[in-house]
């Protein structure tokens, strides 16, 4: 009888969890943001180099893919703020449970996209 190595996690038998695809989608979205607050500055720079140049960056952002841009980005900045919330209270040493990292990541998922649908429909007003 031979003796098998165990096997370790990988991507064919490891099963995913809520709390993998937070932290993952966590790692993305802060790259996403880095890129957005690029973008809005160089936006808001462009206010230097005349009014021409600002407004040719306000006809995209009012255009259907700059409209998605900007819904992408709202949610990127929700997404991460509520998953900076869940691990600010991990490390104080709580949520370790598996129901409660469980419930945190639903309402960090959920509730970056409730919060995007509120800022959205409130700022629509704004461009």
């Not at 973008?39 to 005349?50: A, T």
């Not at 970056?112 to 429909?121: G, K, M, N, Q, V």
Request: proline residues 2%; aromatic residues 14%.
């Amino acid at each position: 009888m031979e003796n098998k190595p165990p096997l370790s996690p990988h991507i064919q038998i490891y099963r995913w969890h809520i709390s993998s695809l937070v932290s993952i989608t966590h790692r993305i979205t802060g790259i996403i943001n880095i890129i957005g607050i690029t973008f809005i500055c160089v936006w808001s720079c462009l206010l230097l180099l005349g009014e021409n140049n600002y407004e040719t960056i306000n006809l995209f952002l009012k255009s259907f893919f700059g409209k998605f841009i900007i819904l992408g980005i709202t949610w990127s900045f929700s997404f991460q703020i509520l998953s900076e919330i869940r691990h600010l209270i991990m490390d104080l040493g709580y949520g370790f449970e598996l129901k409660t990292t469980r419930i945190t990541g639903l309402v960090v998922i959920f509730g970056s996209i409730i919060l995007t649908i509120i800022f959205f429909t409130l700022g629509k007003n704004f461009i």
